[in-house]
C-alpha cells in the first residue's frame, strides 16, 4: 500500500487500531464472557457485545477492501485477485453468523481464502520465474547471436570454438573454413545495401540449412561467416555440402538476375595417430597437437588463395601441425 509514497494512508493506522482493539476484547472475554462464555456444562453462549467483535471484524476488512480497490494499479492482476479472495468469504461468513446463531463459518471460510491466496500467490511467483527466466534467456541469445542472420555472432563462435578444440583427442577430426561472399562491396554499389542484407542473410540461411545442428555457424563479420565441421574431415563430406551450397547459391543467384556467388578457405584436421590434440590438457603442447590460431591462419590462407586464383570454389588446406601458430591472426 505505501509503495511509492512517503506515509502510509491513514486507513491503514485505522486498521491496525481496530486489530489491537479486536485482540484486547477478546483477551478480556475470557475472563468477563464480553463477546461469549461456555456454561458448566461446557457449551458456547454468545455474550451480549457478540455483535461488536463481528463489527470490529468486518469494519477492519471492510478498510482493508477499500484500500485494496484504491491501489489497483499498484499490483498484478493475480496479486490483486488473490487478496479480493481472502475478504470475500470470510465477510459472507461473518453477516451469515451474525444473523443465524448454528454452525460457525468463519475459520472455516478464514482457512479456504488463505489456501486461496496461498494458492494464486505461488502461481504469481511462478509466473514471475519463468518471466524472468524468459527474459534472461531472451537477453542471453541477443548477446551470443548475431541480430541480421540468427547466426552466432563472432565472439559466441570464437568461444565454442575455440572450448571444442580443447577438447578435441587423438581421435577427432574436424574442418573450420572461412566463407566469403564475393566482391560484396559491387554488389552494395550496384544493387542497394538492401540486397547486399539479403544475400548476407541467405548465405547464413544455406550454411546453417546444409550442416548439422552440432556444427559451429557465426557470422565473422561483415560479408563472411566462419564454420566448425565437427567430428569429420572427409573430403567427400566437404565436397558434397560445398557443392550443394555453391548450387543453392547459384538456383537463388540466377531467379533475382544477379551474379553472387562465395569464396570458400577450408582447413582440414584429420586425426593424428597416437599424437594428443588437447590443447587443454597438460600435454597439450606435445608434437601434433592442435593449436586453434594455427587452424584459422591455415583457413583464412586458404580463403586468400581462392579469392586470389579461383573465386566461387574452395581450397583445402590440410593442417601442418609442424608450423608454429603466427603471432597475429584475425581475432
Not at 478464514?110 to 496461498?118: D, L
Not at 554488389?187 to 552440432?214: C, K, M, P
Request: hydrophobic share 40%.
Amino acid at each position: 500500500m505505501s509503495k511509492h509514497q512517503h506515509r502510509k494512508p491513514a486507513a491503514l493506522h485505522t486498521v491496525y487500531a481496530l486489530s489491537v482493539i479486536g485482540i484486547l476484547l477478546l483477551i478480556i472475554t475470557q475472563f468477563t464472557g464480553l463477546f461469549y462464555y461456555f456454561d458448566d456444562h461446557n457449551l458456547y453462549h454468545r455474550g451480549n457485545f457478540y455483535l461488536l467483535s463481528q463489527a470490529i471484524a468486518v469494519s477492519g476488512i471492510a478498510l482493508c477492501l477499500f484500500m485494496l480497490i484504491s491501489y489497483r494499479k499498484n499490483l498484478d492482476r493475480i496479486t490483486f485477485l488473490s487478496m479480493m479472495s481472502f475478504f470475500v468469504l470470510p465477510v459472507l461468513a461473518t453477516i451469515y453468523q451474525a444473523l443465524t446463531y448454528g454452525f460457525s463459518l468463519q475459520c472455516l471460510a478464514i482457512v479456504i481464502s488463505t489456501q486461496i491466496m496461498f494458492i494464486m500467490d505461488t502461481v504469481e511467483m511462478n509466473m514471475r520465474f519463468h518471466s524472468q527466466q524468459a527474459a534472461y534467456e531472451k537477453a542471453r541469445y541477443k548477446a551470443e547471436h548475431d541480430g541480421m542472420t540468427g547466426l552466432l555472432n563472432k565472439e559466441a563462435g570464437w568461444k565454442h570454438m575455440r572450448k571444442y578444440f580443447d577438447l578435441m583427442d587423438s581421435h577427432d577430426e574436424a574442418m573450420l573454413m572461412f566463407v566469403d561472399i564475393d566482391d560484396f562491396k559491387t554488389i552494395n554499389d550496384t544493387y542497394g545495401h538492401t540486397v547486399g542484407d539479403f544475400w548476407i542473410r541467405e548465405v547464413a540461411s544455406q550454411l546453417r540449412h546444409i550442416y548439422r545442428q552440432d556444427d559451429i555457424i557465426c557470422r565473422y563479420g561483415g560479408d563472411e561467416f566462419i564454420a566448425l565441421i565437427r567430428n569429420t574431415a572427409s573430403e567427400q563430406v566437404l565436397e558434397t555440402t560445398l557443392g550443394m551450397f555453391f548450387q543453392q547459391l547459384a538456383r537463388t543467384s540466377e531467379q533475382h538476375g544477379q551474379d553472387v556467388h562465395c569464396s570458400v578457405g577450408v582447413c582440414r584436421i584429420a586425426a593424428a595417430d597416437g599424437a594428443s590434440l588437447g590443447t587443454g590438457r597438460a600435454d597439450g603442447d606435445a608434437i601434433g597437437s592442435v593449436d586453434f590460431d594455427q587452424c584459422v591462419a591455415q583457413a583464412d590462407l586458404a580463403l586468400y588463395e581462392t579469392k586470389r586464383f579461383n573465386k566461387g570454389t574452395f581450397t583445402v588446406y590440410n593442417y601442418d601441425r609442424s608450423q608454429p601458430a603466427p603471432a597475429n591472426i584475425r581475432a
